[in-house]
């Protein structure tokens, strides 16, 4: 009989209560096999926000407000879990989040992604899709999908 033991658990995180919950759930994972765990958050660099008129704001400024928005949400998740005696780390990141997630999978050898079912609202969903099906169907390891 082979027994799974798993040594890195990853949980993308988005600030919804599904990723809340999809975290809550690798913490308990992780603490139950002695794994370490990454919780990830992605920011989509948004495209054209600033509408029709005024200028773009300038790199500096914007990779400021994403790296504040991503620290956000990552100090939230991170406040609402109980983390004692779980070794972790929280890792920041940009880009679109299923393949960011899957590739983050694989350059550190994970041996499973968790993730919650919906983060993004409907109209995102419609346009770019789902997370937790790209990342299913791309990821290099088992992927947790958590309602």
Not at 36 to 56: K, N, Q
Request: glycine residues 8%; charged residues 20%.
């Amino acid at each position: 009989m082979t027994v799974w033991d798993p040594n890195l658990i990853v949980v993308g995180v988005d600030g919804s209560e599904a990723s809340q919950h999809a975290a809550s759930t690798a913490v308990e994972m992780a603490r139950a096999a002695g794994a370490t765990l990454h919780l990830v958050t992605v920011v989509r660099p948004p495209e054209g926000w600033w509408g029709i008129v005024g200028s773009p704001p300038t790199p500096a400024a914007l990779t400021e407000a994403l790296e504040d928005a991503q620290r956000e949400i990552l100090d939230r998740v991170v406040d609402h879990l109980d983390l004692d005696g779980v070794t972790h780390e929280t890792v920041e990141d940009m880009g679109d989040p299923g393949r960011v997630l899957a590739a983050y999978c694989e350059e550190q050898d994970a041996d499973l992604l968790v993730v919650g079912r919906r983060g993004a609202g409907f109209i995102e969903r419609l346009v770019i899709g789902s997370v937790a099906n790209k990342v299913v169907n791309d990821a290099p390891c088992p992927v947790l999908v958590i309602p």
